[in-house]
T-cell receptor, first 115, second 110 residues
Framework: EAGVAQSPRYKIIEKRQSVAFWCNPI?????LYWYQQILGQGPKLLIQ????????DSQLPKDRFSAERLKGVDSTLKIQPAKLEDSAVYLC?????????????FGDGTRLSIL | GENVEQHPSTLSVQEGDSAVIKCTYS??????FPWYKQELGKRPQLIID?????GEKKDQRIAVTLNKTAKHFSLHITETQPEDSAVYFC?????????FGAGTTVTVRA
């Protein structure tokens, strides 16, 4: 079974620039999550999709972050404009069903560095 | 959101010894408690999980215990090996989303 795919693996940009990340979940997984993991901390949920609808985006900084999952499969996360504090690893995860008490499987993440 | 406290933040053990990591929480509604292992530069990997209707679960050298009354759950690794060296995160479902502890860096000394 193919895992969660993410790209790019690394990205370096200057502050105030924009950046986008892509995620392809495990086939058949209805729920997709984006997490932010700052160095030395646990992952923090940014947004959760059930198919192509948003379930929870309460911790997403909506003034600069946006995400979409148009066809209920792939998803993109965008930051515009980036700030220094956005330097982190952005992890995508997916799970089979629509409940948070089901196992989540993570991708390798995108490591973002803001100069 | 939920505060899940994880201790210790670092743990060094001799190869072959046991390692124990403990997490405490306050929301009694939490009913799902997974543990993830993250090696340097790699993805978090689910290694074991437990639900609130079970007190203990074991998978080879790894076991998790849950005490809902005291609101804590623990990861136990027996007969540690060098490949067990990693950061371990506990997590729980809080307000319908997964919240993670701050992590424990485990180092297994050969």
């Amino acid at each position: 079974e193919a895992g969660v795919a993410q790209s790019p693996r690394y990205k370096i940009i200057e502050k105030r620039q924009s950046v986008a990340f892509w995620c392809n979940p495990i086939s058949g997984h209805a729920t997709l999550y984006w997490y932010q993991q700052i160095l030395g901390q646990g992952p923090k949920l940014l947004i959760q999709f059930q198919n192509n609808g948003v379930v929870d985006d309460s911790q997403l900084p909506k003034d600069r972050f946006s995400a979409e999952r148009l066809k209920g499969v792939d998803s993109t996360l965008k930051i515009q404009p980036a700030k220094l504090e956005d330097s982190a690893v952005y992890l995508c995860a997916s799970s089979l069903g629509g409940y948070s008490n089901q196992p989540q499987h993570f991708g390798d993440g995108t490591r973002l560095s803001i100069l | 959101g939920e505060n899940v406290e994880q201790h210790p933040s670092t743990l060094s053990v001799q190869e072959g010894d046991s390692a124990v990591i403990k997490c405490t929480y306050s929301d009694s509604a939490s009913n799902y408690f997974p543990w993830y292992k993250q090696e340097l530069g790699k993805r978090p990997q689910l290694i074991i999980d437990i639900r609130s209707n079970v007190g203990e679960k074991k998978d080879q050298r790894i076991a998790v215990t849950l005490n809902k009354t005291a609101k804590h759950f623990s990861l136990h690794i027996t007969e540690t090996q060098p490949e067990d060296s990693a950061v371990y995160f506990c997590a729980l479902v809080d307000d319908y989303k997964l919240s993670f502890g701050a992590g424990t860096t485990v180092t297994v000394r050969a």
